[in-house]
DNA sequence: GCTATATAATAGTCAGGGATAGTCAAATTG
DNA sequence: CAATTTGACTATCCCTGACTATTATATAGC
Protein backbone atom coordinates (compact mmCIF):
# COMPACT_ATOMS: atom_id res chain seq x y z
CA UNK A 1 0.00 0.00 0.00
CA UNK A 2 2.83 2.22 0.99
CA UNK A 3 4.20 1.57 -2.42
CA UNK A 4 1.25 1.80 -4.11
CA UNK A 5 1.04 5.55 -2.44
CA UNK A 6 4.24 7.24 -3.33
CA UNK A 7 5.95 6.13 0.45
CA UNK A 8 2.93 7.39 2.44
CA UNK A 9 -0.24 6.48 3.65
CA UNK A 10 -3.10 8.13 5.96
CA UNK A 11 -5.55 5.40 6.62
CA UNK A 12 -7.95 4.71 9.52
CA UNK A 13 -7.53 2.24 11.84
CA UNK A 14 -10.51 0.05 11.67
CA UNK A 15 -10.57 -0.02 7.70
CA UNK A 16 -6.63 -1.14 7.96
CA UNK A 17 -8.09 -3.61 10.38
CA UNK A 18 -11.00 -4.98 8.07
CA UNK A 19 -8.53 -4.75 5.31
CA UNK A 20 -6.08 -7.48 7.11
CA UNK A 21 -8.94 -9.48 9.27
CA UNK A 22 -7.80 -8.47 12.22
CA UNK A 23 -9.35 -6.68 15.20
CA UNK A 24 -8.02 -3.01 15.74
CA UNK A 25 -5.66 -3.25 18.73
CA UNK A 26 -3.61 -5.81 15.97
CA UNK A 27 -2.46 -2.59 14.05
CA UNK A 28 -0.70 -1.38 16.99
CA UNK A 29 0.98 -4.15 17.79
CA UNK A 30 2.19 -4.70 13.95
CA UNK A 31 2.88 -1.15 14.07
CA UNK A 32 4.93 -1.23 16.69
CA UNK A 33 6.72 -4.05 15.70
CA UNK A 34 7.25 -3.62 12.23
CA UNK A 35 6.71 0.00 11.26
CA UNK A 36 9.19 1.03 13.90
CA UNK A 37 11.42 4.32 13.05
CA UNK A 38 14.74 1.74 12.90
CA UNK A 39 12.79 0.18 10.07
CA UNK A 40 12.73 3.64 8.40
CA UNK A 41 9.19 4.39 9.05
CA UNK A 42 7.56 7.38 10.99
CA UNK A 43 3.95 6.95 11.93
CA UNK A 44 1.75 9.72 13.21
CA UNK A 45 -1.79 8.93 14.36
CA UNK A 46 -5.10 11.24 16.03
CA UNK A 47 -7.66 9.66 18.03
CA UNK A 48 -11.57 10.86 18.01
CA UNK A 49 -14.04 11.24 15.23
CA UNK A 50 -12.27 11.92 12.17
CA UNK A 51 -9.23 9.85 13.66
CA UNK A 52 -6.25 8.44 10.97
CA UNK A 53 -3.21 6.94 11.11
CA UNK A 54 -0.36 8.09 8.40
CA UNK A 55 2.78 5.92 8.15
CA UNK A 56 5.67 7.53 5.89
CA UNK A 57 8.92 5.65 4.64
CA UNK A 58 12.14 7.12 4.76
CA UNK A 59 12.65 8.51 1.50
CA UNK A 60 15.84 6.11 0.58
CA UNK A 61 16.96 7.64 -2.36
CA UNK A 62 19.76 8.55 -0.76
CA UNK A 63 21.80 5.19 0.61
CA UNK A 64 24.08 7.08 2.21
CA UNK A 65 21.64 9.33 4.22
CA UNK A 66 19.99 5.92 4.99
CA UNK A 67 22.95 4.74 6.34
CA UNK A 68 23.73 7.80 8.38
CA UNK A 69 20.21 7.66 9.63
CA UNK A 70 20.27 4.14 10.96
CA UNK A 71 24.06 4.75 12.29
CA UNK A 72 22.77 7.17 14.87
CA UNK A 73 20.05 5.42 15.66
CA UNK A 74 21.55 2.58 17.08
CA UNK A 75 22.39 2.90 20.51
CA UNK A 76 26.23 1.61 22.19
CA UNK A 77 24.38 -1.74 22.73
CA UNK A 78 23.00 -4.45 20.30
CA UNK A 79 21.25 -7.85 20.65
CA UNK A 80 21.89 -10.26 17.86
CA UNK A 81 18.01 -10.24 17.17
CA UNK A 82 17.70 -6.36 17.09
CA UNK A 83 20.89 -6.14 14.65
CA UNK A 84 19.13 -8.95 12.51
CA UNK A 85 16.02 -7.40 11.91
CA UNK A 86 18.49 -3.87 10.94
CA UNK A 87 20.50 -6.10 8.29
CA UNK A 88 16.85 -7.63 6.46
CA UNK A 89 15.82 -4.01 6.55
CA UNK A 90 18.81 -3.06 4.36
CA UNK A 91 18.25 -5.53 2.42
CA UNK A 92 14.68 -4.43 1.65
CA UNK A 93 15.95 -1.14 0.93
CA UNK A 94 18.47 -2.38 -1.55
CA UNK A 95 21.60 -0.92 0.77
CA UNK A 96 22.89 -4.06 0.95
CA UNK A 97 22.39 -7.48 -1.28
CA UNK A 98 22.09 -11.20 0.10
CA UNK A 99 25.81 -12.10 0.87
CA UNK A 100 26.50 -8.75 2.52
CA UNK A 101 23.70 -9.92 4.64
CA UNK A 102 25.18 -13.37 4.90
CA UNK A 103 28.81 -11.25 5.78
CA UNK A 104 26.83 -8.83 8.29
CA UNK A 105 24.69 -11.36 9.86
CA UNK A 106 28.03 -13.53 10.51
CA UNK A 107 30.03 -11.01 12.27
CA UNK A 108 27.72 -10.04 14.36
CA UNK A 109 26.16 -12.91 15.92
CA UNK A 110 26.71 -14.70 19.20
CA UNK A 111 28.66 -17.34 18.02
CA UNK A 112 31.13 -15.07 16.66
CA UNK A 113 31.02 -13.30 19.68
CA UNK A 114 31.27 -16.34 21.76
CA UNK A 115 34.92 -15.26 23.33
CA UNK A 116 33.33 -11.75 24.63
CA UNK A 117 32.11 -11.70 27.97
CA UNK A 118 28.23 -11.73 27.37
CA UNK A 119 27.75 -8.64 29.57
CA UNK A 120 30.32 -6.33 26.95
CA UNK A 121 29.18 -8.49 23.96
CA UNK A 122 26.01 -6.42 22.83
CA UNK A 123 28.34 -3.53 23.17
CA UNK A 124 30.90 -5.18 20.58
CA UNK A 125 28.37 -5.84 18.11
CA UNK A 126 27.11 -2.57 17.77
CA UNK A 127 30.67 -1.24 17.69
CA UNK A 128 31.02 -3.52 14.55
CA UNK A 129 28.01 -3.15 13.13
CA UNK A 130 28.64 0.49 13.10
CA UNK A 131 32.55 0.06 11.72
CA UNK A 132 30.55 -1.76 9.00
CA UNK A 133 28.28 0.48 8.22
CA UNK A 134 30.81 3.43 8.37
CA UNK A 135 32.58 1.52 5.76
CA UNK A 136 29.55 1.04 3.12
CA UNK A 137 29.09 5.06 3.06
CA UNK A 138 32.94 5.22 1.92
CA UNK A 139 32.25 3.75 -1.61
CA UNK B 1 14.53 -34.51 3.03
CA UNK B 2 17.42 -31.83 2.31
CA UNK B 3 18.24 -33.79 -0.74
CA UNK B 4 15.12 -34.03 -2.25
CA UNK B 5 14.14 -29.83 -1.53
CA UNK B 6 17.05 -28.81 -2.98
CA UNK B 7 19.31 -27.72 -0.31
CA UNK B 8 16.91 -25.98 1.79
CA UNK B 9 13.85 -27.24 4.40
CA UNK B 10 11.57 -25.51 6.19
CA UNK B 11 9.24 -27.40 8.61
CA UNK B 12 7.82 -27.43 11.71
CA UNK B 13 9.22 -28.50 15.16
CA UNK B 14 6.51 -31.18 15.90
CA UNK B 15 6.47 -32.01 12.13
CA UNK B 16 9.83 -33.26 12.27
CA UNK B 17 9.62 -34.51 15.86
CA UNK B 18 6.74 -36.76 14.82
CA UNK B 19 8.07 -37.51 11.52
CA UNK B 20 11.08 -39.44 13.58
CA UNK B 21 9.11 -40.42 16.32
CA UNK B 22 11.21 -38.77 19.14
CA UNK B 23 10.23 -35.51 21.29
CA UNK B 24 10.70 -32.02 20.11
CA UNK B 25 13.31 -31.23 22.08
CA UNK B 26 15.30 -34.00 20.45
CA UNK B 27 14.95 -32.07 17.39
CA UNK B 28 16.85 -29.46 18.90
CA UNK B 29 20.07 -31.89 20.05
CA UNK B 30 20.11 -33.36 16.31
CA UNK B 31 20.49 -29.67 14.98
CA UNK B 32 23.01 -28.81 17.59
CA UNK B 33 25.27 -31.71 17.48
CA UNK B 34 25.04 -32.83 13.67
CA UNK B 35 23.28 -29.97 11.33
CA UNK B 36 26.61 -27.16 13.19
CA UNK B 37 28.28 -24.61 10.50
CA UNK B 38 31.10 -26.68 10.89
CA UNK B 39 29.27 -29.54 9.33
CA UNK B 40 27.93 -27.40 6.66
CA UNK B 41 24.85 -25.83 7.78
CA UNK B 42 22.78 -23.36 8.61
CA UNK B 43 19.66 -22.71 10.54
CA UNK B 44 17.31 -20.60 11.40
CA UNK B 45 13.86 -20.90 13.35
CA UNK B 46 11.48 -19.10 14.71
CA UNK B 47 8.75 -19.10 17.69
CA UNK B 48 5.00 -18.44 18.17
CA UNK B 49 2.15 -19.69 15.89
CA UNK B 50 3.42 -20.45 12.37
CA UNK B 51 7.07 -21.24 13.82
CA UNK B 52 9.31 -23.10 11.84
CA UNK B 53 12.72 -24.31 11.18
CA UNK B 54 14.90 -23.85 8.17
CA UNK B 55 18.12 -26.03 7.77
CA UNK B 56 20.28 -24.96 4.44
CA UNK B 57 23.35 -27.30 3.54
CA UNK B 58 26.32 -25.04 2.49
CA UNK B 59 27.60 -24.68 -0.86
CA UNK B 60 30.51 -27.98 -1.33
CA UNK B 61 31.59 -26.51 -5.11
CA UNK B 62 35.25 -25.89 -5.39
CA UNK B 63 35.26 -22.33 -3.92
CA UNK B 64 33.31 -23.10 -1.15
CA UNK B 65 35.90 -25.66 -0.47
CA UNK B 66 38.18 -23.10 -1.18
CA UNK B 67 37.02 -21.19 1.85
CA UNK B 68 36.03 -24.24 3.82
CA UNK B 69 40.40 -25.02 3.46
CA UNK B 70 41.17 -21.46 4.24
CA UNK B 71 38.77 -21.27 7.25
CA UNK B 72 40.75 -24.20 8.81
CA UNK B 73 43.67 -23.13 8.02
CA UNK B 74 43.38 -20.01 10.21
CA UNK B 75 44.49 -20.71 13.85
CA UNK B 76 42.60 -19.58 17.02
CA UNK B 77 43.65 -16.10 16.79
CA UNK B 78 44.64 -13.69 14.12
CA UNK B 79 46.00 -9.97 14.32
CA UNK B 80 44.82 -6.96 12.49
CA UNK B 81 47.40 -6.77 10.25
CA UNK B 82 47.17 -10.89 8.98
CA UNK B 83 43.45 -10.40 8.96
CA UNK B 84 43.85 -7.67 6.13
CA UNK B 85 46.23 -10.06 4.56
CA UNK B 86 44.05 -12.91 3.78
CA UNK B 87 41.26 -10.34 2.95
CA UNK B 88 43.32 -8.74 0.26
CA UNK B 89 43.87 -12.29 -1.13
CA UNK B 90 40.34 -13.13 -1.07
CA UNK B 91 39.77 -10.19 -3.45
CA UNK B 92 42.66 -11.18 -5.47
CA UNK B 93 40.94 -14.74 -6.15
CA UNK B 94 37.52 -13.49 -7.05
CA UNK B 95 36.33 -14.65 -3.77
CA UNK B 96 35.00 -11.41 -2.59
CA UNK B 97 34.23 -8.18 -4.12
CA UNK B 98 35.49 -5.26 -3.05
CA UNK B 99 32.92 -4.71 -1.11
CA UNK B 100 32.93 -7.30 0.88
CA UNK B 101 36.07 -6.86 1.91
CA UNK B 102 35.52 -3.23 3.02
CA UNK B 103 32.94 -4.84 4.95
CA UNK B 104 34.78 -7.76 6.25
CA UNK B 105 37.90 -5.27 7.16
CA UNK B 106 35.54 -3.28 8.99
CA UNK B 107 34.38 -5.85 10.99
CA UNK B 108 37.70 -7.30 12.29
CA UNK B 109 39.14 -3.71 13.01
CA UNK B 110 40.95 -2.93 16.41
CA UNK B 111 38.62 -0.02 15.96
CA UNK B 112 35.64 -2.25 16.02
CA UNK B 113 36.45 -4.42 18.66
CA UNK B 114 37.74 -1.39 20.61
CA UNK B 115 35.51 -3.32 23.66
CA UNK B 116 37.13 -6.37 23.63
CA UNK B 117 40.18 -6.76 26.09
CA UNK B 118 42.97 -6.76 24.51
CA UNK B 119 44.33 -9.67 25.27
CA UNK B 120 40.98 -11.33 23.40
CA UNK B 121 41.04 -9.39 20.76
CA UNK B 122 42.84 -11.80 18.09
CA UNK B 123 40.94 -14.37 19.63
CA UNK B 124 37.38 -12.65 18.68
CA UNK B 125 38.83 -11.24 15.53
CA UNK B 126 39.66 -14.82 14.29
CA UNK B 127 36.45 -16.21 15.20
CA UNK B 128 34.44 -13.71 13.45
CA UNK B 129 36.68 -13.92 9.90
CA UNK B 130 36.13 -17.60 10.43
CA UNK B 131 32.60 -17.21 10.96
CA UNK B 132 31.90 -14.55 7.91
CA UNK B 133 33.57 -17.12 5.43
CA UNK B 134 31.60 -19.81 6.59
CA UNK B 135 28.80 -17.53 5.63
CA UNK B 136 29.71 -16.98 2.51
CA UNK B 137 29.98 -20.87 1.54
CA UNK B 138 25.92 -20.92 1.66
CA UNK B 139 24.39 -20.66 -1.47
C1' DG C 1 -23.80 33.93 20.57
C1' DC C 2 -20.80 31.78 23.81
C1' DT C 3 -19.29 28.49 26.93
C1' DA C 4 -19.82 24.09 29.33
C1' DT C 5 -21.09 19.54 29.14
C1' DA C 6 -22.47 15.20 27.09
C1' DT C 7 -22.02 11.96 23.44
C1' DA C 8 -20.07 9.64 19.66
C1' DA C 9 -16.17 8.27 17.21
C1' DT C 10 -12.13 7.30 16.98
C1' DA C 11 -6.97 5.44 18.49
C1' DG C 12 -3.91 3.43 22.48
C1' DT C 13 -2.67 0.18 26.26
C1' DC C 14 -2.06 -3.94 28.43
C1' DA C 15 -2.66 -8.39 30.38
C1' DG C 16 -3.76 -12.88 28.92
C1' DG C 17 -3.92 -16.93 25.86
C1' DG C 18 -2.66 -20.21 22.23
C1' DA C 19 0.97 -21.91 19.39
C1' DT C 20 5.09 -22.52 18.66
C1' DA C 21 10.59 -23.23 19.51
C1' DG C 22 14.59 -23.36 23.14
C1' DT C 23 17.00 -24.90 27.44
C1' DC C 24 18.73 -27.91 30.65
C1' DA C 25 19.31 -31.43 33.94
C1' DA C 26 17.97 -36.06 34.92
C1' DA C 27 17.24 -40.61 33.10
C1' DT C 28 18.42 -44.03 29.81
C1' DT C 29 21.17 -46.53 26.50
C1' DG C 30 24.95 -48.90 24.42
C1' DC D 1 31.54 -43.27 30.41
C1' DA D 2 29.90 -40.76 26.46
C1' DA D 3 26.04 -40.13 23.70
C1' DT D 4 21.27 -39.88 23.40
C1' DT D 5 16.53 -39.25 24.96
C1' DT D 6 13.06 -37.19 27.68
C1' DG D 7 9.97 -33.82 29.71
C1' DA D 8 9.27 -29.96 32.64
C1' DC D 9 10.02 -25.40 32.36
C1' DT D 10 11.00 -21.09 29.75
C1' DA D 11 10.96 -17.74 25.87
C1' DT D 12 8.88 -15.73 21.91
C1' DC D 13 5.44 -14.53 18.65
C1' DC D 14 1.04 -13.19 17.37
C1' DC D 15 -3.83 -12.27 18.39
C1' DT D 16 -7.69 -10.73 21.18
C1' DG D 17 -10.74 -7.97 23.86
C1' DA D 18 -11.71 -5.19 27.77
C1' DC D 19 -10.60 -0.95 29.27
C1' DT D 20 -8.64 3.81 28.71
C1' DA D 21 -7.52 8.25 26.33
C1' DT D 22 -8.40 11.68 23.02
C1' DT D 23 -10.92 14.43 19.70
C1' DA D 24 -14.92 16.29 17.24
C1' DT D 25 -19.56 17.38 17.37
C1' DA D 26 -24.04 18.01 19.28
C1' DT D 27 -26.71 19.87 22.96
C1' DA D 28 -27.80 22.65 27.00
C1' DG D 29 -27.58 26.68 29.90
C1' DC D 30 -26.90 31.36 30.18
Given at each position: MINDMD???????????SRFNCVPSQINYVISTRFTNEKGYYVESRRGGGGY???R???TDSAG??????ITSIGDKITQH???VFINNFVDYDVIDNREAMLMKAATSDKALVDVAPD???????????NMLTSLTVI
Amino acid sequence: MINDMDGCIEIQRNELASRFNCVPSQINYVISTRFTNEKGYYVESRRGGGGYITIRRLNTDSAGDYIMHIITSIGDKITQHSCEVFINNFVDYDVIDNREAMLMKAATSDKALVDVAPDKRDDVRAAILKNMLTSLTVI
